[in-house]
């Protein structure tokens, strides 16, 4: 990208930041209720207490999401390129998921609490979960995609099968399995959310609900903007990791 068009991207992006702003500053003078404090002292708020508690509660749910989205990429990748370049072995394993993949996995919260406690496995397990198949199936339906003839004219020059996923198959699907990961990020927010608010008493979601129960909007207000922040981040990462790992993309 040229130096003019990143200029352009950085003056875009500060523009929908001032409008996001600007939109929150208005709705809330219209609505002048204590519960939607406006920009100035949610992040007043926010800045103080990342001196604070705020701190550790966005250490843990950072943590939680960034092991949950590692755990699922390393099961769910290699799983998916199988699947999708073995058909027999995907003809058994397509039912499997088809049945358990529409399944919302939040409602495993209370069993995952009893068999794993309440502390981070239950939180990570339960978002990989969630993770999981979506990674999986993203990735089975690219290398299932990938030009049969491709293929063939690799295995032509004395490939083995190993050097067909690991060459062909593997670089082939990495944008699409990207793009499922910055999808799968914000899932995984939303699910540490709901599985922080139960029986918890650490992470941004137990921040959140901790603030809102004792009607101290600014704070809830702060937590809001650290979980936006989580995700602004690794979003910005993926995103950066893409350019890095396929750079035809940029072209």
């Given at each position: 990208m040229s130096n003019q068009g990143k200029k352009a991207k950085w003056k875009a992006t500060l523009l929908?930041?001032?409008?996001?702003l600007l939109f929150w500053q208005f709705m809330s003078w219209l609505l002048d209720i204590g519960a939607l404090p406006g920009p100035v002292p949610s992040f007043k708020a926010f800045f103080y207490e990342?001196?604070?508690?705020?701190?550790?509660?966005?250490?843990?749910s950072t943590y939680r999401v960034l092991v949950s989205?590692?755990?699922?990429?390393?099961?769910?990748?290699?799983?998916?390129?199988?699947?999708?370049?073995?058909?027999k072995s995907d003809r058994y394993f397509a039912p499997l998921i088809y049945?358990?993949?529409?399944?919302?996995?939040?409602?495993f919260l209370p069993v995952l609490m009893v068999l794993a406690g309440l502390q981070d496995l239950s939180k990570i397990t339960l978002i990989?979960?969630?993770?999981?198949?979506?990674?999986?199936?993203?990735?089975?339906?690219?290398?299932?995609?990938?030009?049969?003839?491709?293929?063939?004219?690799?295995?032509?020059?004395?490939?083995?099968?190993?050097d067909i996923y690991k060459h062909v198959i593997g670089p082939a699907v990495i944008p699409e399995v990207l793009t499922s990961l910055r999808i799968a990020s914000g899932t995984a927010i939303a699910v540490l959310f709901t599985s922080e608010t139960v029986a918890s008493q650490e992470g941004?979601?137990?921040?959140?609900?901790?603030a809102w129960s004792g009607m101290s909007y600014?704070?809830?207000?702060?937590?809001?903007?650290?979980?936006?922040?989580?995700g602004f981040?690794?979003?910005?990462?993926l995103d950066y990791l893409e350019k890095r790992v396929c750079p035809w993309k940029s072209l």
């Open positions: 929908s930041v001032i409008g996001l990342m001196l604070g508690p705020l701190k550790y509660h966005f250490y843990i989205l590692a755990v699922s990429l390393l099961l769910a990748v290699p799983l998916g390129l199988f699947l999708g370049r073995e058909e049945i358990v993949y529409p399944i919302p996995k939040i409602v990989i979960l969630v993770v999981f198949f979506q990674i999986l199936v993203t990735t089975r339906d690219a290398a299932r995609g990938i030009n049969r003839e491709l293929i063939n004219s690799v295995l032509s020059l004395g490939a083995t099968r190993l941004l979601g137990y921040y959140l609900l901790d600014d704070h809830m207000f702060a937590g809001i903007i650290a979980m936006s922040l989580m981040v690794i979003y910005v990462g």
